[in-house]
T-cell receptor
Framework: DGGITQSPKYLFRKEGQNVTLSCEQNLNHDAMYWYRQDPGQGLRLIYYSQIVNDFQKGDIAEGYSVSREKKESFPLTVTSAQKNPTAFYLC??????????????FGSGTRLTVV | GNSVTQMEGPVTLSEEAFLTINCTYTATGYPSLFWYVQYPGEGLQLLLKATKADDKGSNKGFEATYRKETTSFHLEKGSVQVSDSAVYFCALSQNTGNQFYFGTGTSLTVIP
């Protein structure tokens, strides 16, 4: 079955470390997204990519970086510059030239905790 | 601009009670509207959608009607179950650009 795989499910980061969250999809979707979820704040867009080798900042990109070298993969790096990285991170995908009636497909998330 | 406003939670209901979660939106033109559900520790799953005015989306006993005159897309279920306990997100999508606009989510707990 097609879907989005995020790994790991739980991740612990020490102060000053960079960590990378994996997101892989086999839906042949062009566009991919990273969201951050904090309690009571809903979803906030970090980065998105509409095609390979191109990506755009979302609303809260500071302290994060991404790459899009392959259509299937959109890893997110949480750098040491991100001062409050503890959160639940969600990856999503959609067709680029999509029918606006399409929804997003989401992964099951990665919970990052600073220790 | 585009935005979605949901009722504040948390919502606690007894099993078999009637559920309404309010959602209103601000948008130009004719967006598509969605409800997503998030079970504990999981990602978001599409629950239902409606793509034009007066459309009704339905799934698993949940319903929502796209009301352009009141810019609303309220989620309803006639008889909730303990397994419906989750966080529910209302969202909209415009026909240009490639972003969704999410509400802040409403947490629902159903007690036996």
């Amino acid at each position: 079955d097609g879907g989005i795989t995020q790994s790991p499910k739980y991740l612990f980061r020490k102060e000053g470390q960079n960590v990378t969250l994996s997101c892989e999809q086999n839906l042949n979707h062009d566009a991919m997204y990273w969201y951050r979820q904090d309690p009571g704040q809903g979803l906030r867009l970090i980065y998105y990519s509409q095609i390979v080798n191109d990506f755009q900042k979302g609303d809260i990109a500071e302290g994060y970086s991404v790459s899009r070298e392959k259509k299937e993969s959109f890893p997110l790096t949480v750098t040491s510059a991100q001062k409050n990285p503890t959160a639940f991170y969600l990856c999503a995908s959609s067709r680029y030239q999509r029918d606006r009636r399409d929804g997003y497909t989401f992964g099951s998330g990665t919970r990052l905790t600073v220790v | 601009g585009n935005s979605v406003t949901q009722m504040e939670g948390p919502v606690t209901l007894s099993e078999e009670a009637f559920l309404t979660i309010n959602c209103t939106y601000t948008a130009t033109g004719y967006p598509s509207l969605f409800w997503y559900v998030q079970y504990p520790g999981e990602g978001l799953q599409l629950l239902l959608k409606a793509t034009k005015a007066d459309d009704k989306g339905s799934n698993k006993g949940f319903e929502a009607t796209y009301r352009k005159e009141t810019t609303s897309f309220h989620l309803e279920k006639g008889s909730v179950q303990v397994s419906d306990s989750a966080v529910y997100f209302c969202a909209l999508s415009q026909n240009t650009g490639n972003q969704f606009y999410f509400g802040t989510g409403t947490s629902l707990t159903v007690i036996p």
